[in-house]
């Protein structure tokens, strides 16, 4: 068990020894890690009391300063297989305590790690923090705003190291020129995060966080000069300064690009911005972006151009509290601010993270997008739109449907005349998905919920990207967890809307087919626990002997259902089971294994069963 022991200033003992872990007697608690919140002492410890003693999983409970008994346990990591322990936390400073913990769902441990409220609710969902396992991955797709074509960038394993790659997208998803890579991870400079922007000439600029072995990040530019071809230019956007710039965002009006980024070369984060030339020559210097400072330090930022009046809109999140801020601020075309700050949605509540806009050339209109809190205590995501003058068109939008209680996050906004795109990630069934919403005018909305990413199996789909061009094209990007012999890529696809007077153009060659797999894989089986259908990924290389057999086994290695026997087409299937054994009964709650033998190789994925 957790038995924690207060003590007063004086080291006088308050209280006796009170027992933390509410379970009951007979469940193993361990590894004890405690750190200090706001209103108490809270404990973190890896506890055993799930899937019969044998899924161990992260608790943690408040226990008050004075005599007040301890509060209820919580678990930290999401429902998933495997050993979740031997944590670690510490308060952000803000609003959340940051825990990390040794995790076994992938089979060998890896550091996984998310952001937990005082109250108990998971901000955001559980991150795999070392990338020694990655296969060839692909993660954070950005993509860069431009007429009818794109830059998407992102961060790319391919070499061994975290480098950052971009490439030339067209309207109709097709791919200009080739993958390009930008920036090298040498283990001192290190590519974080990157934004980019195609200007109406074509011309486009990346900007991205770049780590330096002075400090954690300076903004760095890439300039690409013509379509389809790499960058021909790179230099620092930021001061070299030793302090860390970082969160860029970049947009582009005729005949130049805009830079904006959180600074903190005045010890505080602040709000810096720079304008340029569209051949990457500065106009002006680096300089603040706010006349009156927030209360809080801003930790998320966005840019947008006002090509209906002039200048630009900054959009920040702050607040250090449960209760955070979301301001909206008008730039002049220098990127000085000329008015004041108005705050959206002063009346709802709760986190205002990974903040989005997108102005309307035609009406003025913009239109904000930020994931918050349901009142289920779930991940939401809310819009709002509002005119030129700032005036609220609408009241704020819970855009997901109602009829389903998932968590929801990291939106995505792209504005186009009276239409716009909501894009945003999705946990249904256990994993996550990619999902849009199309809205008239700013508040009417003229789609259901659209499933996005069409993945038959149950991998994940995260961190969506979203565009839109006048022939009524909207192409998402988002990094996809389900090839299992790649592992993370970044997928698109493009979705036509309404009808326009607009030629329609080419559709994109067809990708060619993905290549055969080399060794055999299995797993992982999700949703693990389960307790209807569990699905498990096989890929075998493509021999003559390619035959698989996939069984399921109880605990003492009893034959429970055969559930394959066949030759996979292209090497790659997904065997389903109900938890049914041979004779259609469904079988007890408890572990069991699923075993696929194919050429000589035999490979087991541990199942919990939960009825």
Avoid: C
């Avoid at 308050?14 to 750190?35: C, F, H, T």
């Avoid at 394993?157 to 040498?186: I, M, P, Y």
């Avoid at 990157?194 to 530019?221: C, H, K, M, W, Y």
């Amino acid at each position: 068990d957790v038995y924690a022991q207060r003590f007063g200033p004086d080291r006088s003992l308050i209280g006796v020894n009170v027992r933390v872990n509410d379970d009951p007697l007979g469940r193993n608690q361990k590894s004890v890690r405690g750190a200090s919140g706001p209103d108490g002492a809270y404990l973190f410890w890896e506890d055993a009391r799930d899937g019969f003693g044998l899924d161990p999983n992260v608790q943690s409970a408040r226990v008050p300063y004075l005599s007040s008994a301890p509060g209820p346990n919580v678990r930290v990591n999401a429902v998933t297989a495997g050993r979740q322990g031997t944590p670690s936390a510490v308060w952000d400073g803000r609003d959340a305590f940051l825990v990390a913990w040794e995790d076994t769902r992938n089979g060998a441990p890896d550091i996984y790690a998310t952001s937990l409220l005082p109250s108990g609710v998971r901000r955001g969902f559980d991150t795999q923090m070392n990338d020694d396992a990655a296969r060839n991955d692909q993660w954070s797709p950005r993509l860069g705003r431009g007429p009818g074509q794109y830059l998407l960038t992102w961060i790319d394993h391919r070499n061994g190291s975290d480098d950052l790659f971009g490439q030339w997208v067209e309207a109709n998803g097709g791919r200009e020129g080739t993958n390009s890579l930008l920036h090298h991870d040498d283990g001192t400079t290190r590519p974080v995060s990157s934004n980019a922007a195609v200007s109406p000439s074509g011309r486009a600029l990346v900007a991205a966080q770049v780590t330096r072995d002075s400090d954690i990040g300076e903004i760095r530019g890439f300039l690409f000069l013509t379509v389809g071809n790499g960058p021909s230019a790179s230099f620092w956007i930021s001061d070299s300064l030793q302090s860390a710039q970082a969160e860029p965002t970049v947009v582009s009006r005729a005949g130049e690009f805009a830079v904006a980024w959180i600074d903190s070369r005045d010890a505080m984060p602040r709000i810096y911005g720079q304008r340029l030339t569209e051949s990457g020559v500065r106009l002006g210097v680096n300089h603040r972006l706010l006349s009156a400072e927030p209360s809080d330090p801003p930790f998320a930022i966005d840019l947008a151009p006002d090509d209906f009046g002039a200048g630009y809109w900054l959009l920040y999140a702050e607040g250090a509290a449960a209760d955070q801020r979301l301001w909206v601020q008008h730039l002049d075309p220098s990127l000085d601010p000329d008015g004041a700050a108005v705050e959206i949605a002063p009346a709802l509540g709760g986190p205002k993270q990974n903040p989005k806009l997108s102005e309307s050339a035609q009406d003025g209109r913009i239109e904000i997008v930020w994931q918050g809190v349901s009142a289920s205590g779930l991940g939401a995501v809310y819009q709002v739109a509002l005119t030129s003058g700032l005036n609220p068109l609408g009241p704020v939008f819970e855009v997901g449907d109602p009829a389903f209680a998932g968590a929801r996050g990291r939106p995505a906004i792209a504005v186009l005349g009276p239409r716009s795109i909501v894009s945003w990630q999705e946990k249904r069934d256990g994993n996550w998905s990619v999902w849009m919403r199309v809205i008239q005018s700013g508040v009417n909305p003229v789609t259901g919920s659209v499933r996005v990413d069409e993945d038959p199996g149950a991998a994940d789909q995260l961190d969506p990207a979203v565009g839109m061009d006048a022939a009524g094209h909207a192409i998402f990007a988002w990094t996809d967890l389900r090839s299992l012999s790649s592992g993370a890529d970044i997928l698109a696809r493009v979705m036509g809307l309404t009808p326009t007077d607009v030629d329609e153009i080419p559709s994109p060659p067809a990708d060619p087919p993905p290549a055969p797999p080399s060794r055999m894989r299995v797993g992982p089986g999700r949703p693990n626990p389960f307790s209807s259908v569990l699905r498990v990924p096989v890929e075998v290389p493509v021999t003559a002997g390619g035959r698989v057999r996939a069984y399921v086994l109880d605990a003492r290695g009893r034959l429970v259902a055969r559930v394959y026997d066949g030759i996979p087409p292209n090497g790659r299937l997904s065997v389903s089971w109900s938890g049914s054994d041979s004779r259609g009964h469904e079988v007890a709650s408890g572990v069991y294994w699923f075993v696929a033998e194919s050429g000589g190789e035999r490979h087991a994925v541990r199942l919990v069963r939960i009825r």
